[in-house]
């Protein structure tokens, strides 16, 4: 398997404008995260999806943020209208978990730094 | 809510020598993962050691092991032997079950740098 896939790596844009960020989880794997990365505020769980079903949206920002995974094989995590201090690094994360998943861990995507200008 | 805590923002070792970080966590659960992820500048997360509530038995991975104090909430990670290629920041991580989801929270991190 190749890992987690996240697009694009890198992502430039104008505040307010549209951003799509998309990821790839592992075949098979059931759990899928979102985080956010900045200097000031750490890695943030932003939401996550189980059997892509989103079991958690507590740490999404704002109503800006959204996020789906409509199959097992893909999520995104869209931000509209984008602003400035949306920029980070968004990181994707898969994980095989549950009951008889003793070896769990998660697995990351390479992540795509976000910048808003 | 759980929430992870590393108290060490930096740390520094000198090349050879040990180093020990330090992570701590509340949760009132008694089954749950906990696991040391590795971020160099490449920014990709690597996880180092994972190891489970229910084991006793301290993980080990190479020059990588863990003090894990199930009554005190501790879970310390040890670098022995320290390498140039250490230098990172390192990620304690929780995570534990919601019904039958799993939730995996982060620490704030500790950057380790390793002087040759």
């Known amino acids: 398997d190749a890992g987690v896939i996240q697009s694009p790596r890198h992502e430039v844009t104008e505040m307010g404008q549209e951003v799509t960020l998309r990821c790839k989880p592992i075949s098979g794997h059931n759990s899928l995260f979102w985080y956010r990365q900045t200097m000031m505020r750490g890695l943030e769980l932003l939401i996550y999806f189980n059997n892509n079903v989103p079991i958690d949206d507590s740490g999404m920002p704002e109503d800006r943020f959204s996020a789906k995974m409509p199959n097992a094989s893909f999520s995104t995590l869209k931000i509209q209208p984008s602003e400035p201090r949306d920029s980070a690094v968004y990181f994707c994360?898969?994980?095989?978990?549950?009951?008889?998943?003793?070896?769990?861990?998660?697995?990351f995507g390479q992540g795509t730094r976000l910048t808003v200008v | 809510a759980q929430t992870v805590t590393q108290s060490q923002p930096e740390m520094s070792v000198q090349e050879a020598e040990t180093v020990t970080l330090s992570c701590t966590y509340d949760?009132?659960?008694?089954?749950?993962?906990l696991f040391w992820y590795k971020q160099p500048p490449s920014r990709q997360m690597i996880l180092v050691i994972r190891?489970?509530?229910?084991?006793?038995q301290n993980a080990t991975e190479n020059r990588f092991s863990v003090n894990f104090q199930k009554a005190a909430k501790s879970f310390s990670l040890k670098i022995s032997d320290s390498q140039l290629g250490d230098t990172a920041m390192y990620f304690c991580a929780f995570m534990k079950s919601m019904d039958s989801s799993y939730k995996l929270i982060f620490g704030s991190g500790t950057r380790l740098l390793v002087r040759p």
């Open positions: 190891q489970e509530a229910y084991k006793q």
């Open positions: 949760t009132s659960e008694s089954n749950y993962y």
């Open positions: 994360a898969s994980s095989l978990t549950g009951f008889f998943s003793p070896n769990t861990e998660a697995f």
